[in-house]
């Protein structure tokens, strides 16, 4: 059990017709475009179908007690809330995020955020704490969690240390935002909770 931040495809984002905690995300796609329309902005369409094995899941079970803390202290209470309060991540600029009346995985409403202002906050953020570039690129299925929770950033913070290799759990984290933001612009695909 535990939460897993994952990659959706197209055909689930699309899907009308499954109740949100099975998966469909109709709904939302359909909210989604009406308020992008709203604010004069393009729709939003998946591009395609994830490709075998070229999925994004990783578990958060690590403390954010750090990681909130790194926020409070370099990031406003606005951008706070862009990096850390939504519940859909799609590859759309948003200057702020879109609030929805529709339940989501654990919450009654569904906040959807922009991967370019994520992806930017997450960049500084690494910046921060100096994340090394040896963290994976692409970690497809759970590559972030067996690499920091496994013993490989350990290993890489015994011969490379500095302020990332401080608290491993914020470096996850850190890491985690960085790479879905990059994953979500890359396949054109919306990241979500389950």
Same mark, same amino acid.
């Given at each position: 059990?535990?939460?897993? !931040?994952?990659?959706?495809?197209?055909?689930?984002?699309?899907?009308?017709?499954?109740?949100? #905690?099975?998966?469909?995300?109709?709904?939302?796609?359909?909210?989604? *475009?009406?308020?992008?329309?709203?604010?004069? /902005?393009?729709?939003?369409?998946?591009?395609?179908?994830?490709?075998?094995?070229?999925?994004?899941?990783?578990?958060?079970?690590?403390?954010?007690?750090?990681?909130?803390?790194?926020?409070?202290?370099?990031?406003?209470?606005?951008?706070?809330?862009?990096?850390?309060?939504?519940?859909?991540?799609?590859?759309?600029?948003?200057?702020?995020?879109?609030? /929805?009346?529709?339940?989501?995985?654990?919450?009654?409403?569904?906040?959807?955020?922009?991967?370019?202002?994520?992806?930017?906050?997450?960049?500084?953020?690494? #910046?921060?704490? &100096?994340?090394?570039?040896?963290?994976?690129?692409?970690? &497809? *299925?759970?590559? /972030?969690?067996?690499?920091?929770?496994?013993?490989?950033?350990?290993?890489?913070?015994?011969?490379?240390?500095?302020?990332?290799?401080? #608290? /491993?759990?914020?470096?996850?984290?850190?890491?985690?935002?960085?790479?879905?933001?990059?994953?979500? !612009?890359?396949?054109?695909?919306?990241?979500?909770?389950?």
């Amino acid at each position: 059990m535990g939460i897993y !931040l994952v990659s959706v495809g197209a055909r689930e984002w699309l899907d009308g017709d499954e109740a949100e #905690d099975e998966g469909g995300r109709g709904a939302v796609a359909s909210a989604l *475009n009406e308020e992008l329309e709203r604010r004069g /902005l393009p729709r939003y369409e998946p591009v395609a179908e994830e490709e075998p094995g070229g999925w994004f899941e990783e578990k958060l079970s690590p403390p954010m007690d750090g990681f909130a803390e790194l926020c409070r202290t370099h990031l406003t209470p606005p951008e706070q809330e862009t990096l850390g309060e939504w519940s859909v991540l799609v590859p759309v600029s948003l200057d702020e995020e879109i609030h /929805l009346p529709i339940g989501s995985a654990y919450t009654d409403t569904t906040v959807i955020a922009g991967a370019p202002q994520v992806l930017a906050l997450a960049r500084r953020l690494a #910046d921060v704490i &100096g994340l090394p570039s040896e963290v994976p690129q692409e970690p &497809g *299925n759970l590559g /972030l969690t067996f690499w920091f929770l496994e013993g490989e950033a350990k290993e890489l913070a015994a011969v490379s240390p500095g302020p990332w290799s401080e #608290d /491993l759990d914020t470096a996850f984290y850190v890491a985690v935002h960085l790479r879905a933001a990059e994953h979500s !612009l890359r396949r054109g695909c919306p990241m979500t909770y389950s």
